[in-house]
């Protein structure tokens, strides 16, 4: 697409041409459209003071701009009784509903779940919480459980004790296993969710329970500040995502709005 040059043949149609194949052609997003002009910024700026080259051919290469991101999606109510009431069903149903009960009540990524042993998880009569050792950037951080999640996984273990698995009794044992005792990899719990969803007729996937777990949290409590801490983000930016509108909200402010005469 784009032969070799010498650095003094570079001009500014070559590089506007280079970042419409970059966008057009390759469909790159724009933060990685602007790094790379920012790096031929960079570079252009050296070889002009080294005296590579007479004219800086960045001076009019523009940045990509950026929409602001909506609000990640998360399940409006309706939608989420039924994921919970097909999670519940089937030979796997206690399993596999403490397992989405886990992520939507503690807001964790697919990843933590997987390495999850059974001494991660506490349980008391009025309280609880799960420990996630491996969480994004390798940070540990502990995450409270309410009564929801407690029950779920109560009666989860229960059934592990009743079945008298192998490793059942064994704290280093996994906390989800296959009918072997042997642990449910990342892509066999996406695999179950995925099967839920369709089952419930959602068009979600695991990490949409995260989303409505943080949407919940926000919108009830309005502390983002605790919100990034039970997430377990390395930055309130990432956070403050669920404090902006999601695309149903603005439809419904749109429809609702004083000069929709055909609204209801």
């Not at 777990?213 to 801490?229: C, G, I, M, Q, R």
């Amino acid at each position: 697409m784009f032969p070799a040059a010498k650095i003094n043949e570079i001009d500014a149609f070559t590089l506007q041409r280079y970042r419409g194949y970059l966008d057009q052609t390759e469909k790159r997003a724009a933060s990685t459209i602007n790094r790379r002009i920012q790096s031929l910024r960079r570079f252009f700026s050296w070889a002009l003071k080294s005296r590579h080259v007479e004219i800086d051919p960045t001076t009019e290469l523009k940045l990509k701009s950026v929409q602001r991101a909506l609000k990640p999606r998360s399940l409006p109510k309706n939608d989420l009784h039924k994921v919970l009431t097909f999670a519940g069903k089937g030979i796997h149903g206690p399993r596999n509903y403490a397992i989405v009960q886990l992520m939507l009540q503690a807001g964790l990524r697919i990843g933590e779940v997987e390495s999850m042993q059974l001494s991660d998880i506490c349980l008391y009569e009025r309280s609880g919480q799960v420990r996630i050792r491996d969480g994004k950037g390798r940070k540990e951080r502990f995450v409270p459980l309410n009564a929801s999640v407690r029950k779920a996984l109560q009666n989860y273990f229960d059934l592990r004790k009743s079945k008298s698995e192998n490793n059942a009794k064994s704290e280093n044992a996994p906390l989800f296993s296959t009918s072997n005792g042997k642990k449910l990899t990342k892509r066999a719990l996406q695999k179950i969710i995925t099967e839920i969803m369709e089952k419930a007729n959602c068009k979600a996937s695991a990490h949409t329970l995260r989303h409505t777990f943080a949407t919940a949290h926000y919108n009830d409590h309005k502390k983002l500040v605790e919100l990034s801490t039970l997430l377990g983000h390395s930055s309130l930016n990432t956070t403050a995502r669920y404090t902006q509108a999601s695309h149903d909200d603005l439809a419904l402010q749109l429809e609702e709005s004083s000069l929709n005469e055909f609204g209801e």
